[in-house]
């Protein structure tokens, strides 16, 4: 939107169902892909981490057609319009474009700034062409002794129907000539298996310097596959498949077996993106575009290596000068496993806040560590998304059946891309004997809540961790979430009413303190919102800070834009797609959007409430899109402790507005431009700063509020 549109907008009788208020969810979600890129871009960056997030970024696109497009693609012909005022077949040409766009800046960063920077480092990510004769002798003889038996060609001729191609492989296009000069095609799997990056082997035996891509190597020496032919043309081609699987869960008569065929039948959806060798013949990619049933739109050529996720394996460097330098969550003196108090004691002093990764996320283990072998701890229950392998929250569970406490997983199976993973757990949780359910029907669940139920004498009383991220210690350490442990007596009677509507019938409609999701969450929020536009209306100041991942709901887009109207300040800490556009005058101009992007991912759900000076904080899982408000099991629960209120105000995101490092700032044109930085105060990192706090922690945070 240009600003003569911004101002056209304003003059049409400040309509605010206008669809040119809205940002397009896909171009939205694209745009931070770009910001993502930016990373790489940054030569400030670490340079291995740079590469990784090149890696992220293809990751992304990975995801961004297996969901996003696929679903578009799968409305193919409906001319409806959305968000954006943008109908499905314009939208499709315009994700093509901004792709092209993306992706050629993705490799020329690769190719024209961290290449060169790599050399310079003494890291050279080079083409076989390029090796000298005794380091492709030492690299071939690698390729006979492991490579060669791992590959399988497949040929393609009326005999043999047309190999599958499975879901974001790579392979190699094969065309052979025979003794009698006919051409034939196969395809050569390039295998996942092994590096994707090969060290060529110094002469000296010492640390390789220099690296080759697999498929390049396996190029150079396809002729040992076809003994007796000619090997005459060989490109990489890489596949993405549709992966938006419809669960017809309303038919099943057993959930798990119904997403267990779901997940396999994925393999075989149809293909929506064919990347290919730019320098790739005409005949093989019009029998590639044929065989695989595409749209010659589906096609991208590639200036360069497909499948750029590969990169993350340059991350395995031993090389701590080309990286993030290493950091060591914190753990509260009082949360430590040698601790004098239990963690019990602990939280029935005051209610504990963590913030993640920069406080660590062990003693969320512990927590449920010490109930499973604490003789007072009747039950657990707990709900799980993406689990992780090797979890110790699993395993801490599983010590629990032992001790004989009843245990309780709400372990949702619907979780995109963790099917298969969670599919596991669930069987093994249910072999020692633990309560499993699956999810709910129609609706997948997402909270993150914990419930421990113990008998102190003559009490019983109810523990609750609850968070915003997931109960995975390895995205923890990555990503930014909060926290919070209480056995106040309301969240724990709500925690149970939760419990018991997962796991059994219930028709509840509200809770006492906890906002949930579909049953309240959007009612309270919408009360919340509106309560401060009355303190707006009444000569007061109305302020609203909303940190999420994403902001797509329509109604609560256009209540933002009424608080913005009647004078609420509104700022929107969004990191990924963000549907609203801030700044037009008359409707959205006391809205400011900014997104952080940096060495961790922003996970964390906030929302504060001014309040006319009385505080309030809530946090939670959800984010303020359809799915999370009308479709998902979700909490969004209260911050009661003053001083905990104080601390994610005035630390955690005071840090999150100043920053002017990893954050871009949303026009009213909806693209995102690097925030300034301040003569006076120069560059603010919040993530730099939150590492270097942690030193300063307290368990509860009264002494220094």
Request: aromatic content about 8%.
């Amino acid at each position: 939107m240009t600003g003569e549109d911004s101002a056209a907008i304003s003059a049409q009788a400040l309509n605010i169902d206008d669809p040119r208020l809205f940002l397009n969810r896909e171009l939205s979600l694209l745009a931070f892909q770009e910001r993502v890129l930016g990373e790489a871009k940054e030569s400030s960056n670490p340079l291995l981490e740079r590469l990784n997030f090149l890696s992220i970024f293809g990751s992304n696109l990975d995801e961004f057609f297996m969901v996003r497009v696929a679903g578009l693609k799968q409305k193919a012909g409906m001319q409806e319009v959305g968000l954006g005022g943008i109908s499905g077949t314009e939208l499709l040409e315009k994700i093509r474009l901004e792709i092209v766009r993306l992706t050629d800046i993705a490799y020329r960063c690769l190719r024209e700034s961290i290449r060169p920077e790599m050399e310079r480092a003494s890291i050279a990510l080079i083409d076989y062409a390029d090796l000298d004769e005794g380091e492709r002798t030492r690299l071939d003889d690698y390729f006979h002794r492991t490579v060669f038996m791992v590959l399988a060609p497949l040929a393609f001729d009326p005999g043999r129907p047309f190999p599958h191609i499975s879901n974001l492989s790579l392979n190699l296009a094969v065309v052979v000539e025979d003794a009698k000069g006919e051409e034939h095609f196969a395809r050569v799997k390039i295998p996942d298996t092994l590096p994707q990056i090969v060290p060529v082997p110094p002469q000296d035996g010492g640390r390789p310097s220099r690296f080759v891509w697999l498929e390049q190597l396996i190029v150079a020496n396809l002729q040992p596959l076809f003994p007796g032919l000619a090997v005459k043309e060989a490109h990489p081609f890489h596949v993405t498949r549709d992966a938006e699987t419809s669960i017809q869960e309303l038919e099943s008569d057993d959930l798990l077996e119904t997403i267990e065929e779901a997940v396999w039948r994925r393999r075989f959806r149809s293909v929506v993106r064919l990347q290919v060798d730019a320098r790739i013949s005409t005949d093989i990619l019009h029998l590639l575009i044929k065989e695989l049933d595409l749209d010659e739109k589906a096609v991208y050529l590639i200036q360069g290596p497909l499948d750029l996720t590969r990169l993350r394996e340059m991350n395995s460097l031993d090389r701590p000068d080309l990286k993030y330098k290493p950091f060591l969550p914190y753990t509260p003196s009082g949360l430590q496993p040698d601790a004098k108090e239990d963690i019990f004691g602990q939280i029935r002093s005051g209610d504990i806040l963590l913030h993640h990764p920069f406080e660590s996320f062990q003693p969320v283990v512990e927590f449920i560590r010490r109930a499973a072998h604490d003789p007072d701890v009747l039950a657990i229950k707990i709900t799980l998304y993406r689990v992780g392998r090797n979890s110790p929250i699993v395993q801490a569970l599983l010590e629990a059946i032992e001790e004989g406490k009843q245990v309780s997983v709400l372990l949702e199976l619907k979780a995109r891309f963790d099917e298969e993973s969670n599919i596991e757990w669930a069987k093994a949780l249910e072999r020692e004997g633990v309560h499993v359910i699956y999810g709910l029907v129609g609706l997948k669940v997402h909270c993150k809540i914990a419930l421990v139920v113990r008998r102190e004498g003559e009490i019983m009383r109810r523990y609750v961790h609850m968070g915003t991220g997931n109960y995975n210690r390895l995205t923890a350490r990555m990503y930014t979430d909060l926290s919070l442990f209480t056995c106040d007596e309301q969240i724990g009677a709500d925690a149970t009413d939760l419990f018991n509507y997962l796991t059994g019938y219930s028709a509840k409609t509200d809770f006492r303190k906890l906002l949930v999701a579909p049953v309240s969450l959007r009612r309270r929020l919408e009360v919340l919102i509106a309560r401060e536009i009355e303190v707006a209306r009444k000569g007061g100041t109305g302020h609203l800070i909303f940190k999420m991942n994403a902001l797509e709901d329509p109604e609560m887009i256009k209540l933002l834009y009424r608080a913005s109207q009647a004078g609420v300040r509104v700022d929107l800490l969004v990191r990924g797609l963000c549907c609203l556009r801030p700044g037009i005058p008359g409707i959205s101009d006391h809205i400011q959007v900014s997104s952080a992007v940096g060495r961790f991912l922003e996970h964390s759900r906030i929302y504060y409430f001014g309040n006319g000076g009385r505080e309030e904080v809530f946090l939670g899982s959800a984010d303020l899109m359809p799915r999370n408000l009308n479709r998902r099991v979700e909490i969004v629960f209260p911050v009661e402790s003053p001083a905990l209120v104080k601390r994610i105000r005035h630390e955690i995101l005071d840090l999150y507005l100043a920053d002017n490092v990893n954050t871009y700032q949303v026009g009213s044109d909806g693209v995102y431009r690097r925030a300034p930085r301040s003569e006076t105060t120069g560059g603010i990192d919040a993530h730099e700063r939150f590492m270097s706090l942690r030193s300063a922690s307290r368990l509860h945070w009264n002494e220094r509020f």
